[in-house]
């Protein structure tokens, strides 16, 4: 059997539609489309290790762009009988994390482009040609920022009469480094409206969702797809425009997660990251006791997920219910917000009441006892 473990860099969950990409729609819907799957980490490196690990980062301790030398958790690659061939495709550079992996690495210099879902999925279908028993990592890296693909899938999802000057906006939390080559480039493709970048995301996701087509094809008979995102991507929200690595609203950790074929999904309340390498291996009727994260076709119930960033400061988010309530340390003590979601969806009013905050530590520190390494 082929499994193919599918990674979307920085796909928005809100940005799984008809629309923008009809192919991983038509997947949602032939599929499992599971609405409340939320990542561990803000950041490609550290989110990937969770999904690869079925581990959460204060276990396998990647937390910066940067793996680990010593990573601990056996890798699902690993944890797959030795008759699979294990591959993967990506234009990203994992080390620790491919042990036990072919990778493909189609970037020769760190200034070559990383978005390439043309050749990504080329590589990806000869494969999957090739071998009838396979892991395949595929990442995929389109979608992030800076967005490069024929304008004119920018220009489908742009609908305002002209572009508007207003680029400062997105100055407000980028490094003057970040908004300098931030204004570089914008002024090399001719952008001067922040909207025409959300617009080219939209036409990013597009661009790959068509790649995918093909892929997706050959995997549809006699195959397990798993498609995710590593993490969200701000598009305005709190002024912060086409960044992931700030911050800890649900724009950044709510993902799309689809299994094909169908599943039947036991499991009630959250669903993690961690959940899809032990989902992978229950699927195939192999042992996950080793993992942090459990198989999504047992029966149980989790009431909270949780997802962290420490690149700029060490946050914790803890989801739970219908809120959203985010922990950060600063200095020797921690500053929290807490969001109702249903309420204010684009988390602008933090609720001050005692009880939810006493419900999330509750949460917080069963997770931490139970998981820290
Ligand atoms: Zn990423």
Request: aromatic fraction near 14%; glycine fraction near 4%; charge should be neutral.
């Amino acid at each position: 059997m082929r499994i193919a473990l599918i990674v979307c860099d920085a796909l928005r969950f809100d940005h799984v539609s008809k629309d923008i990409c009809p192919n991983i729609w038509e997947l949602a819907r032939r599929g499992t489309f599971i609405e409340n799957c939320y990542c561990q980490f803000n950041q490609t490196i550290p989110s990937t290790a969770s999904i690869l690990t079925g581990t959460y980062p204060i276990f396998h301790k990647i937390t910066e762009l940067m793996p680990n030398k010593n990573l601990k958790p056996k890798t699902i690659q690993e944890l797959l009988p030795k008759t699979y061939f294990k591959a993967g495709v990506t234009t990203l550079w994992y080390k620790d994390l491919s042990r036990g992996m072919n990778y493909t690495y189609k970037m020769k210099h760190p200034s070559e482009p990383y978005d390439q879902a043309d050749k990504i999925t080329a590589q990806a279908v000869r494969l999957a040609r090739e071998h009838e028993d396979l892991f395949l990592h595929i990442h995929y890296f389109d979608p992030h920022y800076p967005y490069r693909c024929p304008r004119k899938y920018a220009d489908m999802f742009f609908d305002k009469p002209s572009q508007e000057n207003n680029l400062e906006k997105a100055r407000r939390f980028m490094t003057e480094e970040a908004w300098k080559r931030f204004k570089q480039y914008a002024d090399s493709v001719g952008v001067k409206d922040v909207d025409y970048f959300k617009a080219w995301y939209k036409g990013e996701i597009y661009w790959m969702d068509m790649q995918l087509s093909s892929l997706l094809e050959i995997l549809e008979d006699d195959s397990l797809i798993i498609l995710t995102s590593d993490h969200g991507e701000a598009l305005g929200e709190h002024g912060i425009y086409f960044l992931h690595n700030v911050y800890l609203h649900t724009w950044i950790t709510h993902v799309p997660l689809i299994i094909y074929p169908r599943i039947n999904v036991k499991r009630t309340g959250f669903v993690e990251h961690v959940d899809i390498a032990p989902t992978i291996l229950d699927y195939l009727e192999l042992p996950s006791t080793p993992l942090q994260g459990s198989s999504l076709l047992r029966e149980d119930r989790k009431d909270a997920a949780f997802s962290q960033e420490s690149r700029y400061r060490v946050s914790v988010a803890i989801r739970f219910k219908k809120y959203n309530a985010i922990l950060t340390k600063r200095g020797d003590s921690m500053i929290g917000a807490l969001y109702d979601l249903e309420r204010d969806p684009l988390e602008q009013h933090p609720i001050a009441d005692q009880d939810l905050w006493r419900e999330a530590f509750k949460h917080l520190i069963r997770w931490e006892e139970k998981y820290w390494a």
